[in-house]
């Protein structure tokens, strides 16, 4: 089971990873042990690999800053769902092989502490008796994801993913 981490809209890059902890500025520092630091010292100490993060529209608002998705990944995030994703952090973590959903119905539906289950495979997240269907991102994204990142989907195809 996971753990739901519930964030309101207008999550910024800055507030999962303030700036003073990037990895150019602290290269002896894993930019996971960093995740929401400030913002949500609870999520710091707490959160653990499998969780979920279920946000509020425009998550990932801010600057383009790549470590921000990264350190939700290392954290071991298992998926993001919210009804918007700041356009770069969105193609940040498909590139780094974050899984989001955009979900707006299912955000409201879910509350901080929910034990869930997420199917990656079947694009599902049980809660309790009751499943919901998680919308599927565009092919090209869903293969990235898929692969653990563009760099894996590059070495196991070749090249970059046809998009339609």
Known sequence: ??????????????QMVPGRFAPYMRPD????????IEARPDFNREAV????IVAGANFGCGSSREYAPLAL???GIAAI???SFAR????NAVNLGLPLFVASDLVH???EGDQVTVDLNDYQLIHGERSFALPPLPDFARAIVEA???VNYVREHGGFPEVA
């Open 29 to 36: 520092h894993d930019v996971a042990d960093a995740a929401f």
């Open 88 to 91: 770069i952090f969105f193609r």
């Open 109 to 111: 539906q879910l509350h």
């Open 49 to 52: 690999a499998g969780d979920v």
């Open 73 to 75: 990944k290392r954290r």
């Open 1 to 14: 089971m996971s753990r739901i981490w519930k964030f309101g809209a207008d999550v910024d890059t800055d």
């Open 81 to 83: 769902i919210a009804p």
């Open 148 to 150: 653990g990142g563009i």
